[in-house]
């Protein structure tokens, strides 16, 4: 900024010298010129400081904005991951099912031991699969509530 007026006095030297004298109002010793630039570069600095203000909080709101989109991606990835693991269990527990009906369930698998099944026990691994089938529904079911 160059020199204004007649005392040579620039802006700067002129809104410190406001600052200064704040309290007692105008400045008498300046020109009304010099009021008028003193005035005119304060509403200037405050505008930049709202400006600035307005910047910030639109830039915050294009992150959260951003990083809603982020999330509802990831969502819809999980969703995709839990339908998959359901159809996987589904066909699993059907093959299960077809396999216990199969052979009758009497060859004594781990999974008729693990029942606690005699050899004797008919479709025990069909009704394993089945509820480890189920349980990997439900689960999925409360991984799909918690998600939404």
């Not at 999330?71 to 269990?89: F, I, K, M, S, Y």
């Not at 589904?90 to 369930?105: F, I, V, Y």
């Amino acid at each position: 900024a160059g020199s204004i007026g007649r005392g040579g006095f620039t802006i700067d030297s002129l809104l410190q010298a406001q600052s200064r004298e704040a309290s007692s109002g105008p400045l008498p010793w300046l020109t009304k010129k010099e009021q008028q630039l003193v005035s005119f570069e304060r509403a200037a600095a405050a505008e930049r400081e709202s400006f600035a203000a307005s910047s910030a909080r639109a830039e915050a709101e294009a992150r959260s904005v951003s990083k809603l989109e982020v999330a509802r991606h990831e969502v819809e990835a999980l969703r995709l991951r839990v339908t998959e693991a359901e159809e996987r269990a589904a066909r699993a527990s059907e093959e299960a099912t077809r396999a216990g009906r199969s052979d009758g369930g009497c060859d004594g698998a781990p999974e008729s031991s693990a029942l606690g099944a005699d050899s004797g026990n008919s479709g025990s691994a069909s009704r394993l699969s089945g509820t480890s089938g189920t349980s990997a529904s439900v689960s999925g079911a409360a991984a799909r509530s918690a998600i939404t």
